[in-house]
């Protein structure tokens, strides 16, 4: 929930879907990677 939340506040900050976009997959993909580890 606070990853969705961040991602949220970045698309917030940053209204460019081309940037908000892959910034929150990318910001996901390492959170799992974390998390799996």
Do not use: Q, T
Not at 25 to 35: D, H, N
Request: charged content about 10%.
């Amino acid at each position: 929930m606070s990853v969705f939340a961040l991602v949220v506040n970045i698309e917030s900050d940053y209204p460019n879907a081309l940037f908000a976009v892959p910034f929150s997959v990318l910001l996901i993909l390492l959170w799992i990677f974390f998390f799996r580890k």
